[in-house]
Every structure is written in C-alpha cells, then in structure tokens.
C-alpha cells in the first residue's frame, strides 16, 4: 500500500542554493524582486502623485523634492525597477505564447531584457535629471 | 488523515489575472508617455491630463491592475520563502489591507482633481 500522505505534503520547497544560475533565472529573481522592490515603493510613488496633484504650491514642492539628488537616486532605482519588471513581464508573456522558448532565444532575450532595462532607465533618468 | 490546507482551484484565475492586469498596465505605460505634456512641465498641464475622464478611467483601471497584479505576486512571494502557516497567513492579510489602502488613496487622489 502506498503512503497516500505522502502526496500531500504541498507546496515543496527545494533548495536550490546550490545551483550556479544561468541568464534566465537571473531574469526571472530580479523580475521577483523588482517586483518586491514596486510593491514597498507604491506607497511613496502615492505620496509623490498626491503631493504633485493637490496644488500649485503642492506642485512647486513636488519640483524641489524630486530635483534633491538624495531622492533622484532612489527614484532612479524605483524607475529601474518599473522598466526591468515591464521587460521581463514582455518576456514572460512571449514565452507564454510559444515564442523564444528554445535554450538559445531563451538566453538571448533575458540578456535583452537587462540591457533593454538599462538603457530605457538611462534614457528617461538623463530627460528627467 | 492529517491534510495540510494550501488552498485550490485559484491556480488558473490567477495567472491568467497576472497576465491581463500586465498587458493593462503595458497599455497604460505607453498611452501615458504619449499624453505627458511636451516640454516644460507645469501645475496646469500635468493637472489637465490626469483630469481628463478617459485618463481617470484609463488610471483607474491601472490602480485596479496594480492591487490585483501585486497581490498575487507577493502572496506568491510569501508562499515561496514563508513556511509558517499562521506568519504567512499574516502577511497575506497585512498585503490584501495595505493594497486595498493604498488603492483607496489613489481613488482619493484622481477624484479630487
């Protein structure tokens, strides 16, 4: 008789610790902790929106708070963040629908999808600046 | 028999949920870098665009993907890395409360342009 137990022991956790991570699992932990890093920082992107949007003096302390290089460089963090998690998210529905799954796609699209985050996060942080 | 309750069936709603609130929120990116106003920002401009009723509704439907999009992305997260049932329990309320929260401040926000 087999142990029925056994089956049910749900979820599993394996430890995968040891394992030297290849390009797409390097992908796919910054996609969870960008993703992490959205969920602790939506709560001052609200603070940002309500500040910008409330007034015109609102406004103008919104322009002074973002222009302070001690808050330029978390938002550029947070701004990273987005455009890796957005990239990766296109990635993953590719790959989804059946497109780029072969090994060297595969690679080839997570190693465009830390550049394309990069570059997009440089782009926008120099027109912000 | 002892049973460990993990919960069923939210499998499939959920990842197909993960991905409809993606593509809204890819959507809503790129419509929103095309209404930024050009040049110079200032109070008006930037107040007009988000007073705009298919902004609000566009934005509101952004938020409404955010809560859902993040919520079962980091109830996932306490899944993976948090094996105490009662601590996990926890936690996933604490996030259903926070988004939901901080959803209502959004709604605040836009409205009271």
Known sequence: MPDLTAKKRRPLWFNLSPLNLPIPGLVSISHRVSG???????????????????????????????????????MLVFLWAYLHHLCAGVRHLLLDIGKGVDLATARMSAFAVFIAGLALTAFIGAKLW | MKRIIVGAHYGLRDWLAQRVTALVMLAYTLVLVLALPRGELTYTAWKTMFAHEWMRFATFLFAASILIHAWIGVRNIWMDYCKHTGLRLALEIATILWLVGCAGWAMQILWRI
């Open chain 1, 36 to 74: 992490a890093l959205l969920f602790l920082g939506l709560i001052w992107f609200l603070f940002l929106l309500d500040m910008s949007l409330g007034s015109e003096a609102g406004f103008a302390r919104f322009q002074a708070y973002v222009a302070h290089p001690v808050v330029k460089i978390p």
